[in-house]
């Protein structure tokens, strides 16, 4: 057998349902490494046995732990276990805005505070190498500067350049359910290849403190950078 089989209880002293069993159990055997990310589950008849669940309640446990990133079911092959991340905040975001439970510029705000802290750990660590990579992803948004779709695309990629160069993981594990966001931001601030323009001087400004080393002076240009997205989302909501 896979498992000891414990009575589990909440807070209020009370059994849990048999599909938070199936949760808390697999759960409990990925973090303690029984089941190696990559791997497979077990055969369904055998987690039933050794979980002393219904089939119904381990089908549904493993589609929840799908949804938080924790399985993969693929068809006709198996269920893989994988690394939980940050991109579940994705779907998470797009429901509480469809919902009105929080507003654009709320997200927006949390992001600013993110990427301030970001740019001022790529500043401090900055080398040679980002600097030409930023650089290149800057005029790849120049050379889109006409198709919206295109620039968008580079937009947010000069962006993603930024959180990955910075050392600190965290933050580019939050900013993965921003991805969606980071998309719809652009698309919404867009209006021409003026407001284009005006957003790789900014970039390049961002860009230049950071070559220099100017931990000040870069948060500076991308706390410049947002306020002027942000006067873009209002005139264009």
């Known amino acids: ?26 759960k409990e055997r990925i973090l303690n490494g029984d089941f ?73 705000a949390l992001r600013r505070i993110i990427e301030l802290e970001v740019v001022a750990e790529v500043t401090r660590h900055a080398t ?40 600190n993981p965290v933050y580019k594990y939050i900013m993965q359910g921003f991805q969606s966001y980071l998309s719809l931001s652009r698309q919404m601030s867009y209006a021409g290849p003026e407001s284009t323009i005006e957003a790789i001087k900014a970039h390049d400004r961002i860009i230049d403190a950071i070559e220099s080393g100017d931990v000040e002076a870069a948060k500076l240009a991308l706390g410049d950078h947002f306020t002027v997205t942000e006067e873009q989302l209002s005139t264009n909501s």
């Open 36 to 108: 190696a990310i990559g791997s497979f589950l077990p055969p369904e008849d055998e987690l039933v046995r050794a979980l002393s669940v219904s089939r119904a309640s381990l089908r549904e446990g493993i589609k929840q732990l799908e949804a938080l990133g924790w399985l993969s079911i693929e068809r006709g092959v198996g269920t893989r276990i994988t690394q939980p991340d940050f991109t579940v905040l994705d779907s998470c975001l797009e429901f509480m805005a469809r919902f009105e439970l929080l507003r654009f510029n709320d997200v927006h």
């Open 128 to 167: 040679p190498a980002l600097i030409q990579k930023l650089r290149q992803a800057n005029k790849a948004i120049f050379d889109k500067r006409d198709e919206s779709a295109g620039y968008i695309d580079a937009d947010v990629a000069f962006h993603n350049c930024l959180i990955d160069a910075c050392p």
């Open 1 to 26: 057998m896979y498992y000891d089989i414990i009575p589990l209880m909440n807070k209020r002293n009370k059994p849990v349902s048999a599909t938070h069993k199936v949760c808390l159990l697999l």
